[in-house]
C-alpha cells in the first residue's frame, strides 16, 4: 500500500490524519518484525486450510496494476487461526 492509500484508510476507518513522514517512520520501525514473522518456521500440519485473495493496487517497477494477494489461514486444533503464508500473485 502506498502512503496516501494508508493514509486514507485511517481517516476512513479511525477518523484519524496521519501525515506520510509519520506512516514511513512507523514501516521503518516495523520492517524487522515482519521479515522476522515472514521468516518463523510453520507447523508440521495445519487440519483445516482456508484459502483467499484480495485485490489490491501494487506498485512494482514505476507501475501501479491491481494483483491478487493470496492469503492462507491454517486452522490449529485449538481453533486459532495464524496467517500461514501471503504471497502476490504471480504475475
Known amino acids: ?6 493514509s486514507e484508510h485511517l481517516r476512513e476507518i479511525f477518523g484519524m490524519e496521519a501525515s506520510a513522514e509519520l506512516i514511513n517512520t512507523i514501516t521503518d520501525a516495523i520492517l524487522d518484525e515482519v521479515e522476522a514473522w515472514r521468516q518463523r518456521p510453520l507447523d508440521v500440519a495445519y487440519p483445516v486450510v482456508f484459502f483467499d485473495a484480495i485485490r489490491a493496487k501494487i506498485r512494482n517497477e514505476g507501475l501501479v496494476r491491481k494483483k491478487a494477494i493470496q492469503i492462507t489461514l491454517g486452522c490449529m486444533t485449538d481453533v486459532s487461526m495464524p496467517i500461514v503464508i501471503s504471497l502476490e500473485a504471480p504475475k
Not at 500500500?1 to 494508508?6: F, Y
Open 1 to 6: 500500500m502506498s502512503t496516501r492509500e494508508i
